[in-house]
């Protein structure tokens, strides 16, 4: 933050960012903004998207003839093919329906913003980080929705101590990721916007319609460059927590993101994740072990759905998700256990534990419904034999 980025109030009265440039520069940080320091990638646990795709993203850029929307560092064509991949060097971070990443980028070059919305572990944060690193280079904006979320997490804060000691100034003010982003032109997320008190949620509607940030206290506002837009994510399950207002509603596009559709689509997610979750932890090298991968899938699919894979025996669900997220983790964990402590070959035993873990969540419900599905169902399946009695060890 710094003092240039808003109009003194003794200044003319050009009701504008005082140093914005010229709106047809790409959206990027100032350099003197603190966030913009990032650590490189290969100090830090998890490097952002923009950072880890980089390469992707400069061979994108370089091909990129198609018409960029202001303020856009790719055509809404080349988002699409950085998010689905082109089957050669720019990998697939979705896997699933062409059409919905067309709809949520082609919201993001109108005015309105856009709502992912879904159950949990559908993608919906890790595409809206994806598509904040291909619009804007820049997917750390970031507001985190909770119920304890406060106005000034969207607008903008106040740093006390000089707020005290020289009064309302523009270097006393706090941005928040949301008027940085309008400021440089680019995308902020916010995770989880149902989560926040409603009123908190209320203050992004003139963000939103007006595409202006006003700050009373120095007379004087922020106007969005070219280039900003917002995009929420939402937990279905959160429904009723706060609902979104309809005043809020009506300016957000809403794409709902679904569970995959097939076992094949699940194993094909949960085993390219895996893949790169083990390669920047570090995990021991651990042959992608697909018939396992199958198996925790089809275990959290007959699950989630009450019904076998064939149809024919009704089952019951547990109280927890069992997400593709949580079957990324059981297997992720499975590999640690082979790496370290087995043979370096995912096995069933490496597996059971994580997923009576996922399933059983209440020991007393969830204890009755897992019991039931080992002795009905993975006892009499051919080929389970291995897994059926790595369960029952661990029960
Ligand atoms: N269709 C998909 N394509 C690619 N990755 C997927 C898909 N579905 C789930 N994943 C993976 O699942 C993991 C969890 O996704 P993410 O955290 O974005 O879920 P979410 O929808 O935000 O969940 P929550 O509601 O719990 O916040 C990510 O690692 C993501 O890569
Ligand atoms: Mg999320």
């Known amino acids: 933050m710094t003092a240039d980025h808003i109009r003194q109030p003794a200044e003319p009265a050009t009701p504008t960012i005082a140093d914005t440039p010229s709106n047809t520069e790409?959206?990027?940080r100032p350099p003197d903004d603190p966030g913009a320091a990032l650590t490189p990638p290969e100090q830090v646990l998890r490097p952002h998207a923009e950072q880890l795709y980089a390469d992707e993203l400069a061979a994108l850029a370089a091909e990129d003839e198609l018409p960029r929307p202001p303020g856009w560092r790719l055509s809404?064509?080349?988002?699409?093919t950085y998010l689905l991949g082109d089957g050669g060097k720019i990998s697939p971070k979705y896997v699933g329906q062409r059409r919905l990443m067309e709809v949520a980028v082609a919201t993001l070059a109108t005015d309105r913003a856009l709502l992912l919305l879904g159950v949990p572990g559908t993608a919906k944060t890790?595409?809206?980080?994806?598509?904040?690193?291909?619009?804007?280079?820049?997917s750390t904006l970031l507001v985190q929705g909770?119920?304890?979320?406060?106005?000034?997490a969207i607008r903008y804060g106040w740093n006390?101590?000089?707020?005290?000691?020289?009064?309302?100034?523009?270097?006393?003010?706090v941005p928040s990721p949301v008027m940085v982003a309008m400021r440089t032109g680019a995308v902020a997320r916010i995770e989880e916007l149902t989560r926040m008190p409603s009123d908190v949620q209320d203050s992004l509607i003139t963000i939103l319609s007006e595409k202006t940030l006003p700050v009373p206290e120095l007379t004087t506002e922020v106007q969005a460059r070219p280039g900003f837009t917002v995009v929420a994510t939402a937990n279905d399950r959160d429904r009723g927590v706060n609902e979104l207002s309809s005043a809020l509603r009506r300016r957000f596009n809403t794409v709902v993101l679904p569970v995959p559709?097939?076992?094949e689509e699940e194993v094909d997610i949960v085993s390219r994740r895996v893949a790169q979750?083990?390669?920047s932890l570090q995990l021991p090298e651990v042959p992608a072990a697909v018939d396992e991968i199958r198996r925790v899938v089809t275990v959290f699919r007959e699950l989630r759905g009450g019904l076998t894979a064939d149809g024919r025996t009704k089952l019951k669900s547990p109280t927890g998700t069992l997400s593709t997220a949580e079957a990324i983790s059981v297997v992720t964990q499975g590999m640690a256990l082979a790496g370290h402590f087995g043979d370096g070959v995912l096995r069933a035993d490496d597996i059971a534990a994580g997923i009576v873990g996922a399933?059983?969540?209440d020991p007393v419900t969830d204890g009755v419904v897992w019991r039931e599905y080992l002795e009905t169902v993975v006892r009499e399946r051919d080929g389970w034999r291995d897994f059926y009695r790595a369960a029952r060890g661990v029960l």
């Open 76 to 80: 809404p064509q080349a988002v699409v």
């Open 26 to 28: 790409p959206a990027r």
């Open 126 to 138: 890790w595409v809206s980080e994806h598509l904040a690193a291909a619009v804007s280079g820049d």
């Open 359 to 361: 399933v059983v969540k």
């Open 277 to 279: 979750l083990g390669r």
């Open 160 to 173: 006390y101590a000089r707020l005290l000691a020289e009064g309302p100034t523009t270097d006393a003010l």
């Open 146 to 152: 909770t119920a304890g979320t406060a106005e000034e």
């Open 261 to 263: 559709a097939s076992v």
